[in-house]
């Protein structure tokens, strides 16, 4: 596509619900990063996958955190048993190796009430 | 550890003035230094980003100086104008494969 997808843009969900935030990369992008941003706060890096290397998952916050991708396209972030605090913005974003700069999504806000 | 430390958290400017955000690094290995800019309710956009070999990269009012020996590197917008007013973010890269690391954000207003 012509950029990076976010799905669904806002997301409301009990304490202790599951939820699932999906993110289309640009066609032919090889990097895909996941990013979390609270209200007026920096951007808290997650996860990141390379083509096929083993993904990068320094970032995420505890085991409840986890990401994958499918054919090196699409990528699902699952949030389980979610608390107050993991209310924020979750952006994807994605690069390609030949072009240094990320396109973000425009993320999804996610609220645990 | 802040990797990228970047200043002020917060700027306002009056329309037509320059506004100036600095960042500092301290990994000698890095060689690519990208701005983004990012309004509400978006993503972070690529703004203009250098490489090391170069002091200084100009795109329109926006200008990046860079200085390798001081590890430091600034944005710097001309004629700064109301829809300027963004946050700002700097960051760094070691390497085509590694993850950018981010500054912390500097929130830019442009009063008219």
């Known amino acids: 596509g012509a950029g990076v997808s976010q799905s669904p843009s806002n997301k409301v969900t009990e304490k202790g619900k599951d939820v699932e935030l999906r993110c289309d990369p640009i066609?032919?992008?090889?990097?895909l990063y996941w990013y979390r941003q609270s209200l007026g706060q920096g951007l808290e890096f997650l996860i990141y996958?390379?083509?096929?290397?083993?993904?990068?998952k320094s970032g995420l916050p505890s085991d409840r955190f986890s990401a994958e991708r499918t054919g090196g396209s699409v990528s699902t972030l699952t949030i389980q048993r979610t608390q107050q605090e993991d209310s924020a913005v979750y952006l994807c974003?994605?690069?390609?190796?030949?072009?240094?700069?990320?396109?973000f999504g425009s993320g999804t806000r996610l609220t645990v009430v | 550890q802040q990797q990228v430390k970047q200043s002020p958290q917060s700027l306002i400017v009056q329309k037509g003035g320059i506004s100036i955000i600095n960042c500092a690094y301290e990994n000698t290995a890095f060689d690519y230094f990208p701005w983004y800019q990012q309004f509400p309710g978006k993503g972070p956009a690529l703004l203009i980003a250098?490489?090391?070999d170069v002091s200084e990269k100009k795109e329109g009012r926006f200008t990046i100086s860079f200085n390798k020996s001081a590890k430091q590197f600034s944005l710097h917008i001309m004629d700064s104008q109301p829809g300027d007013s963004a946050t700002y973010f700097c960051a760094a890269r070691a390497g085509n494969n590694r993850k950018l690391i981010w500054g912390l954000g500097t929130s830019l207003a442009v009063n008219p």
């Open positions: 996958f390379q083509g096929n290397s083993a993904p990068d």
């Open positions: 250098i490489r090391p």
């Open positions: 066609s032919g992008h090889t990097a």
């Open positions: 974003a994605s690069s390609s190796l030949d072009r240094a700069g990320y396109t």
